[in-house]
């Protein structure tokens, strides 16, 4: 056990629908990350947020959008959903210090929530 | 950019065989390098990881991996496989402090391994 939680572990809903994902980062980790893991993507980084500010950005598209709260918890919000969205959604977490923002931090990964679209 | 490539996508080793997993990357600077697991419907565990020093890392459930600079690679080993061993293994990069001020890390497509008994 990784420490990270998400939920929910399964999503299936239709095409065009809106859909939220949570994270709860490893207690005291102040960076959150967001991947996307899919046949044939593989896995990619979407977004990294450290103490609730957007750090650093991948290939996130313009419908899906992200934000971590004040107690560090963070959600990605996917909108108008297309079948190609389907896929497993990691969230990780690291940085239990201040110091460690972009040096040798380790990621530690949630179990991860899997979104089917039909 | 950063990449990492892992030639092989699935590798199939007989029960208590030895096991190199090959991954290569590339990187404007010192890497960052990681193993990470993915047991079916599971989440991605650390293996090992290599940020610098020795370049023969250990890792958990006696895996080890070694960073060659020349030769841009960071293989995965272990000298004996367990059945339990059967996953999926993801090679992956982070630029740390060079990622201006992001962590992400890059990861490679994956090797499949089966455990024959």
């Known amino acids: 056990d990784s420490g990270v939680t998400q939920t929910p572990k399964h999503l299936i809903t239709a095409t065009g629908q809106r859909v939220t994902l949570r994270c709860s980062p490893r207690s005291g980790d102040l960076s959150v990350y967001w991947y996307q893991q899919s046949l044939d993507q593989g896995l990619q980084f979407l977004i990294q947020?450290?103490?609730?500010?957007?750090?650093a950005k991948g290939n996130i598209l313009e419908r899906f959008s992200a934000q971590q709260f004040p107690d560090l918890h963070s959600e990605l919000n996917l909108s108008s959903l297309e079948l190609g969205d389907s896929a497993l959604y990691f969230c990780a977490s690291s940085g239990r210090q201040a110091s460690t923002l972009g040096s040798t931090d380790t990621q530690y990964f949630g179990p991860g929530t899997r979104l089917t679209v039909l | 950019a950063q990449s990492v490539t892992q030639p092989d996508i699935h590798i199939t080793v007989s029960e208590g065989a030895s096991l190199e997993l090959r991954c290569n990357y590339s990187?404007?600077?010192?890497?960052?390098l990681f193993w990470y697991v993915q047991s079916p419907g599971q989440g991605l565990q650390l293996l090992l990881k290599?940020?610098?020093?020795?370049?023969l890392v250990q890792g958990i459930k006696g895996f080890e991996a070694e960073f060659k600079r020349s030769q841009s690679s960071f293989n995965l080993r272990k000298p004996s496989v367990h059945w339990s061993d059967a996953a999926e293994y993801f090679c992956a990069v982070g630029g740390g402090i060079l990622t201006g001020g992001g962590n992400k890390l890059t990861f490679g497509t994956g090797t499949q391994l089966k455990v024959e008994l």
């Open positions: 290599y940020f610098s020093g020795d370049t």
């Open positions: 990187y404007g600077a010192t890497p960052y």
């Open positions: 947020y450290y103490n609730g500010e957007e750090r």
